[in-house]
């Protein structure tokens, strides 16, 4: 797939299976990522692959995270944040590590990752695979955070899920440049 073919016709899938993006498949896509804008080439990134049993561990989690902030979820909550994860073969943390830098400020670091994760998604996207970056309390959490080996320097920028589409792709919705875009 052409590159700009892959830019303007990446959808996000929530419904992922089996196969996750192969190693190969995944290399590129983090080659992609690593090529992202990045001032003073502070390198303010890093990534954990979760897969396979460690999906269960991340439900874990979660379940036990939202225990803490609320003892008396319903057995139906809990089983929602136990099975997140297993919403697709392959999640990768997209970590922000800020960097101390008297020129560029965290929100720069913050936007580089935003950019690498762009680069991730279309890479595994021009490849056949499909993703979903999802964020929510999960991003935030302390337990999850120490859990996941963050550094007080480090945030999750997102979870990037993974996999194969288990539907035809959504055809993207073309906005109007137009509606976004004007001479100044
Ligand atoms: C930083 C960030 C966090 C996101 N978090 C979530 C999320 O937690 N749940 C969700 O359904 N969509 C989330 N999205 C949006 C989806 O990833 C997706 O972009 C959106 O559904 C639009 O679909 P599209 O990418 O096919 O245009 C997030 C997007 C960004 C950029």
Not at 140 to 145: M, P, R, V
């Amino acid at each position: 797939m052409d590159a700009l073919t892959a830019l303007t016709t990446r959808t996000s899938q929530g419904a992922l299976t089996e196969p996750a993006p192969s190693s190969d498949v995944l290399n590129t896509a983090f080659q992609a990522a690593l090529r992202a804008p990045d001032h003073r080439l502070l390198r303010p990134w890093r990534y954990l692959i979760i897969e396979g049993e460690a999906r269960q561990r991340l439900g874990e989690l979660f379940l036990q995270a939202g225990l803490q902030d609320n003892p008396a979820l319903t057995e139906v909550e809990q089983q929602r944040l136990l099975k997140m994860p297993l919403r697709a073969p392959m999640i990768v943390v997209a970590i922000t590590v800020a960097k101390d830098d008297p020129k560029v400020p965290s929100v720069e670091q913050v936007l580089s990752t935003g950019a690498a994760v762009q680069n991730f998604l279309v890479a595994i996207h021009a490849q056949g695979f499909a993703s979903m970056w999802r964020t929510g309390w999960v991003v935030e959490h302390k337990h999850i955070l120490q859990a996941l080996g963050l550094l007080t320097n480090e945030s999750i920028a997102g979870f990037i899920y993974l996999g194969t589409a288990a539907n035809a792709p959504r055809q993207p919705t073309l906005l109007t440049v137009s509606d976004f875009v004007q001479q100044w």
